[in-house]
Protein backbone atom coordinates (compact mmCIF):
# COMPACT_ATOMS: atom_id res chain seq x y z
CA UNK A 1 0.00 0.00 0.00
CA UNK A 2 1.47 3.60 -1.20
CA UNK A 3 1.81 6.15 1.56
CA UNK A 4 -0.05 9.34 0.66
CA UNK A 5 2.07 12.50 1.41
CA UNK A 6 -0.84 15.01 3.19
CA UNK A 7 1.88 17.59 3.41
CA UNK A 8 -0.23 19.79 1.41
CA UNK A 9 -3.35 19.48 2.30
CA UNK A 10 -4.15 21.48 5.14
CA UNK A 11 -6.37 23.14 3.45
CA UNK A 12 -8.49 20.89 1.49
CA UNK A 13 -10.79 19.24 3.99
CA UNK A 14 -11.64 23.09 5.12
CA UNK A 15 -14.02 23.98 2.16
CA UNK A 16 -16.54 21.80 3.01
CA UNK A 17 -16.99 23.15 6.25
CA UNK A 18 -16.25 26.67 5.65
CA UNK A 19 -19.29 26.15 2.58
CA UNK A 20 -21.53 24.60 5.39
CA UNK A 21 -20.65 27.74 7.99
CA UNK A 22 -21.10 30.09 5.40
CA UNK A 23 -24.85 28.41 3.89
CA UNK A 24 -25.92 28.20 7.98
CA UNK A 25 -24.91 32.09 8.36
CA UNK A 26 -26.99 32.52 5.09
CA UNK A 27 -29.92 31.06 6.18
CA UNK A 28 -30.05 32.78 9.73
CA UNK A 29 -29.80 36.08 7.72
CA UNK A 30 -32.92 34.85 5.46
CA UNK A 31 -34.70 33.74 8.86
CA UNK A 32 -34.48 37.11 10.62
CA UNK A 33 -35.35 38.98 7.44
CA UNK A 34 -38.43 37.17 7.10
CA UNK A 35 -39.45 36.91 11.00
CA UNK A 36 -38.62 40.95 10.92
CA UNK A 37 -41.22 41.69 8.42
CA UNK A 38 -43.88 39.27 9.35
CA UNK A 39 -43.78 40.57 12.73
CA UNK A 40 -44.29 44.37 10.78
CA UNK A 41 -47.22 43.08 8.66
CA UNK A 42 -48.87 41.70 11.69
CA UNK A 43 -48.60 44.90 13.29
CA UNK A 44 -49.87 46.91 10.60
CA UNK A 45 -52.74 44.12 10.69
CA UNK A 46 -53.65 43.84 14.27
CA UNK A 47 -52.73 47.36 15.57
CA UNK A 48 -50.65 45.81 18.45
CA UNK A 49 -47.00 45.95 19.27
CA UNK A 50 -45.01 42.87 19.00
CA UNK A 51 -42.53 43.99 21.15
CA UNK A 52 -43.83 44.44 23.93
CA UNK A 53 -44.24 41.46 26.73
CA UNK A 54 -47.75 41.11 27.76
CA UNK A 55 -48.77 40.87 23.60
CA UNK A 56 -51.76 39.26 23.72
CA UNK A 57 -51.78 38.26 19.74
CA UNK A 58 -50.74 34.59 18.85
CA UNK A 59 -48.66 35.19 16.23
CA UNK A 60 -46.39 38.19 17.64
CA UNK A 61 -45.83 35.93 20.06
CA UNK A 62 -44.80 32.75 17.81
CA UNK A 63 -42.96 35.19 16.05
CA UNK A 64 -40.70 36.68 19.01
CA UNK A 65 -40.21 32.90 20.38
CA UNK A 66 -39.13 31.79 16.80
CA UNK A 67 -36.63 34.84 16.78
CA UNK A 68 -35.21 33.73 19.89
CA UNK A 69 -34.83 30.68 19.22
CA UNK A 70 -32.94 31.11 16.28
CA UNK A 71 -30.39 33.66 18.19
CA UNK A 72 -29.54 30.90 19.94
CA UNK A 73 -28.23 29.14 16.67
CA UNK A 74 -26.10 32.60 16.34
CA UNK A 75 -23.71 31.38 19.44
CA UNK A 76 -23.26 27.93 17.92
CA UNK A 77 -21.69 28.95 14.58
CA UNK A 78 -19.71 31.11 16.15
CA UNK A 79 -18.44 28.54 18.45
CA UNK A 80 -18.15 26.36 15.35
CA UNK A 81 -16.02 29.20 13.49
CA UNK A 82 -13.73 29.32 16.65
CA UNK A 83 -13.12 25.76 16.28
CA UNK A 84 -11.88 25.93 12.80
CA UNK A 85 -9.41 28.34 13.43
CA UNK A 86 -8.09 26.60 16.34
CA UNK A 87 -7.46 23.36 14.21
CA UNK A 88 -5.82 25.84 11.27
CA UNK A 89 -3.49 27.28 13.85
CA UNK A 90 -2.67 23.61 15.25
CA UNK A 91 -2.46 22.53 11.70
CA UNK A 92 0.11 25.41 10.11
CA UNK A 93 2.08 24.62 13.85
CA UNK A 94 2.63 21.09 12.81
CA UNK A 95 3.41 21.89 9.37
CA UNK A 96 6.33 24.12 10.43
CA UNK A 97 7.70 21.71 13.18
CA UNK A 98 8.20 18.72 10.10
Known sequence: ????????????????????????????VITFLVLGKTETQMETATGNDCNTTNSADLGCNATNTMRGDVASIVGWVSLIVIVMIGILVLGLVKLIKQ
Open 1 to 28: MKKVNKKGNLFGDMGGIATSVAAIAFVI
